[in-house]
Every structure is written in C-alpha cells, then in structure tokens.
C-alpha cells in the first residue's frame, strides 16, 4: 500500500483530500502542528523530523503554506522534498492571490467571495486569515504570504522538483499544483495530475 502524509490535516481526513488519495492504495498519515486534532505525528512544516527521509509516496498540503513566513516557504519545500521517496511527488493547494487582488481592485475587499461551511470568506479572509476562527484564539489560521501561479512555480522549482504542473481555479480562488521529485515524461505527469485532481 502506498502512503501519503497529510500535512496540516486539522480534523481533515483522506475522504476531504483528493480523489486520488480517497482510495484502498493509499493509507494516510496524518501530520499537524495542533495536537488536539489527534494527528499521527505532531511537528511543523519548517521541521518534520518525526518523518523519516524518502519514507511516504505522497505528500498532500491544502491551505497551509500560506500560513509560513516568506523565508520559510524554501525550508518547508524542502522538508516536503526530503520525506518523499525517490518517485514521489506532492499535492498542495493554497489560495491565488491573483483572482482575490482582482476583487480587491474591485473594492470588494469585505464583500463575500463566496460560502463555505464556516460561513462567508471575504477577500480579507483569503489575503490575511479567517477572521472568526482567529477571533476565537486559532492564530494558526493567520496568513503570512501568498502565491499566484508563477510564483508557487518557482518556489517549487527552487526547491527540487523537476516537474510542476499548476491550475488556477478561478471560481473557488485557489491554485492546485502537483510537482514530481523526479523526471518523468510528459503523458505519465498528465496522466498523475489527472488521476488526482480529475
């Protein structure tokens, strides 16, 4: 069986990650800094010593880099880099600033973006953190730093990864991108990204 870490999970699960994970092939570890969502391991992006080096197959992250100082995107890359194994490759999505600063040229920066199950996300909410969750003490929900298509490109190029494919999913203000620790052709990488992300 193949394994992915989970990074950042919260009280996520494998069934709220990727179709592609969502299957009997892949057991889940779960990785976070917040013991109290039960994870497997406890640590942070900027140091995930408790994963041994080339030891999972996967890596997922959904809305966490945002959440890393600038300088410690590269370290947090890396480390998502080391734990992979040789064939490895990772799943992260985050917000795009692009389509959420074309709001913001709009003058919509506090209007409703759209609705999620916490309730409306603002821009200022996508930009800078949810601001009811901050509000009720989860500072970990604050935003350091922020991503557009060719900047997540680069930083994941900068880091190793010999092979980036990015989309930007305009409607829901956010990037998915996939990104192999190895070489591989350009169908086999299509046919990867699809079989995640459909």
């Not at 870490?5 to 996520?12: A, D, E, M, N």
Request: net charge negative; aromatic share 8%; charged share 20%.
């Amino acid at each position: 069986m193949k394994s992915f870490l989970h990074v950042g999970c919260g009280p996520k699960r494998k069934d709220q990650t990727t179709k592609g994970f969502n299957t009997d092939e892949w057991q889940e570890i779960r990785f976070d800094i917040d013991e109290s969502v039960n994870p497997d391991l406890v640590g942070t992006m900027t140091d995930m010593s408790s994963v041994a080096s080339e030891s999972v197959d996967a890596v997922f992250s959904s809305h966490n880099i945002e959440h890393l100082y600038p300088h410690d995107v590269p370290v947090a890359l890396g480390e998502f880099r080391r734990v992979l194994k040789p064939d490895g490759f990772v799943v992260i999505t985050c917000p795009d600033l692009q389509t959420v600063c074309a709001l913001v040229a709009e003058d919509k920066l506090a209007d409703a973006a759209y609705t999620s199950p916490a309730g409306p996300i603002t821009p200022l909410d996508i930009l800078y953190g949810h601001r009811p969750a901050m509000a009720h003490g989860n500072l970990y929900m604050a935003h350091r730093c922020g991503f557009t298509k060719k900047t997540l490109t680069a930083d994941l190029q900068l880091a190793g990864f010999a092979i980036v494919g990015i989309v930007s999913r305009t409607e829901h203000f956010d990037l998915w991108a996939i990104a192999s620790k190895k070489e591989m052709s350009e169908d086999a990488f299509i046919e990867l990204f699809h079989s995640q992300l459909g």
